[in-house]
């Protein structure tokens, strides 16, 4: 177990390494003279050449990335080209409003499948039902989600506000904050139901009907809920959660639609600017924190796995 | 492209009864076979009645606009600007710029599909040769190509693809590319682990000690395999790749205007929510349903074609 832990981090690191070094290369050779795009079209040689040497622009790609590396190794991700403003502090400001919002969007997810998959598995009618909404909802864009929840709760009835961020240092406190959040999470979370409660239910369907403990267990008359508590659900949430954590780095992508329709100052808006104002400092800066974040969610997940299933254990550990 | 000769789901490790009198039988009858359970599963109401919903939007969209006689859809009347639908002139009414909404439905209808078709394709077939490429040759191979895999899908996609659609320029060909390199590491461990599954059978290790070239061996007896379950993949793809396109040209990085996509269209609908909420259903509408009926086909398919098993 201690193993393969350690040898999972060693995989991680190689990852984070080869994604921010791809990155890097990419938004370098694609962004073109980044010394150019500030200053403008007009600028004069010199001035060019000024900005060139003050952020190293003539070094060989490998060299500056190493440089960056060693930077951020000290915790230094460097400065924003546009507003000089350290990165690290563009980032504890972006964190905080992007993990609530991905917060709530597993906290809707996982309501939503844990009870459609309960009403699929009870009966025949809300099981057809229920995969028919799964499969319609698959089909809507999140924005076309988010723009909807807009009409309807925002234009029309005018109960919830649709600009999805309040500090929560602010005058209203947690409770405008968290108001402000429903919609968003909403949006978001309603895009990663479809796929969770797909995999609950054929896990669970699958204990049902194949597993012959389910059948010992309804014969030797155990309560219904002692034979899901005890034997159904351990075996069946393990695919469960690691669906949770690699559908985190899924949820990535919907943030940056969800914080850019709800005007949500998190990590998805930021890195939407800093693609617009080739941005690279930040543009690294928030890829790194990304790639991390989802590196180590989904080693968690795939660790919660082993622990609660036992029989990952054993057959899982080459995989 | 060969057409999938096996049906979708095989099971690829073990040899079931159906795959018993599969390999057995003749070449020909093989393929007669693999036809009708396909006909009867396309045939069937629940693939059918969706495929044909795809296929009329499909038509629509190309066809349409020079049936129907339509006006262009960029070159419009700034004196009828933000007319209803039912407007004389207008079926579906005209946007803030006086284009007629109609035509411009169908024709960034095209670019949806063109680009959810060739996103697709584009990472079936360099992901597919990647994963088959990795599991035939093993070794140093296999571990770069899928720990390159393993990055690419650590990177957050939807980000990947806006910083190439940003940097490279947005347009048609720049947009499935972006969205393509999203889809090769997924098609890529899909025909990996399916390769891995035939890479031992006895008709892959008989050919090879009867000295048959690796060529021969991956085209004839790998991807004929390995292709099926990709391209059943592939179906539900194709929805995603429309998703993200509509995305990418919602966050203004995709197909710029006055070309219309449904997604560049939503966007520019939203400032004209309340004033003129057509401009938004619309496009809407005709991308949940393109979507939704794609969808429906490949999981009705799915369905169909594990039962006829």
Request: glycine fraction near 10%.
């Amino acid at each position: 177990m201690l193993r393969l832990i350690l040898e999972r981090l060693v995989q991680m690191v190689i990852v984070v390494f080869v994604v921010t070094l791809a990155a890097f290369t990419l938004v370098n050779l694609l962004s073109g003279d980044i010394a150019v795009y500030l200053l403008g079209d007009h600028a004069t040689p010199e001035a060019v050449a000024a900005l060139h040497a003050q952020l190293h622009l003539d070094d060989p790609i490998i060299i500056r990335y190493f440089d960056w590396l060693g930077d951020v190794l000290q915790g230094n991700l460097g400065t924003s080209v546009v507003s000089h403003y350290p990165v690290v502090k563009s980032l504890t400001n972006a964190i905080p409003p992007t993990f609530e919002l991905m917060i709530g969007a597993q906290i809707v997810g996982i309501t939503l499948a844990v009870v459609t998959t309960a009403a699929a598995i009870k009966w025949r009618w809300t099981d057809r039902l229920v995969t028919g909404v799964a499969l319609l909802v698959n089909s809507i864009p999140t924005f076309v989600v988010a723009l909807i929840l807009i009409i309807i709760f925002s234009t029309t009835l005018h109960l919830l506000p649709s600009i999805g961020w309040v500090a929560p240092t602010s005058a209203g406190g947690w409770g405008k904050n968290i108001v402000a959040m429903i919609m968003p999470s909403v949006a978001l979370g309603l895009g990663i139901f479809p796929e969770y409660m797909r995999i609950l239910r054929s896990d669970i369907r699958e204990q049902l009907d194949r597993e012959e403990y389910v059948t010992l267990a309804w014969m030797k008359g155990l309560r219904p809920t002692r034979i899901f508590g005890k034997h159904v659900a351990p075996n069946s949430v393990g695919g469960f959660i690691s669906m949770i954590a690699t559908t985190t780095a899924l949820l990535i992508s919907g943030v940056v639609i969800v914080e850019q329709v709800f005007a949500i100052p998190g990590i998805g808006k930021m890195m939407l600017a800093a693609i617009d104002s080739h941005d690279t400092p930040v543009l690294l800066g928030g890829l790194l924190t990304i790639v991390t974040f989802v590196v180590i969610i989904n080693l968690v997940g795939e660790l919660i796995y082993m622990r609660i299933d036992p029989r990952v254990r054993a057959t899982r550990v080459t995989a | 492209m060969t057409t999938a000769t096996r049906p979708l789901g095989a099971s690829v490790t073990g040899l079931s009864d159906a795959d018993a009198t599969w390999v057995s039988g003749s070449t020909r009858g093989r393929m007669v076979a693999t036809l009708r359970t396909w006909r009867r599963a396309i045939l069937s109401p629940s693939v059918a009645f969706p495929l044909a919903v795809f296929l009329i939007v499909v038509i629509a969209c190309f066809a349409g606009p020079e049936i129907l006689n339509l006006p262009s859809p960029i070159v419009g009347n700034l004196n009828d600007t933000l007319l209803p639908p039912g407007s004389p002139g207008y079926p579906l009414g005209t946007n803030e710029l006086g284009n007629d909404e109609l035509s411009r439905l169908l024709w960034g209808g095209q670019i949806s599909i063109i680009v959810g078709l060739g996103a697709t394709a584009f990472g079936l077939i360099v992901g597919s040769f990647l994963g088959m490429l990795a599991a035939y040759s093993g070794r140093a191979v296999e571990v770069v190509i899928m720990r390159l895999f393993d990055a690419l899908l650590a990177f957050p996609g939807l980000i990947l693809a806006l910083i190439l659609a940003d940097f490279l320029g947005p347009n048609v060909w720049n947009t499935i590319l972006a969205i393509g390199i999203f889809g090769i590491a997924r098609f890529g461990r899909l025909a990996w682990a399916q390769t891995i599954g035939v890479r031992h059978r006895d008709f892959v290790v008989a050919a090879r000690s009867d000295g048959v070239p690796s060529g021969s061996i991956v085209l004839g007896h790998m991807v004929p395999n390995v292709m099926p379950t990709l391209l059943g993949f592939a179906l539900f793809t194709v929805g995603t790749a429309m998703t993200i396109e509509a995305g990418l040209s919602f966050l203004g990085l995709g197909v710029q205007q006055p070309q219309p996509t449904w997604g560049n269209m939503i966007a520019g609908a939203q400032q004209y929510m309340s004033l003129a909420p057509w401009l938004l259903i619309l496009p809407a509408a005709m991308l949940v349903i393109t979507i939704l009926s794609l969808n429906l086909v490949a999981d009705s398919l799915r369905i169909r074609l594990d039962e006829e098993r």
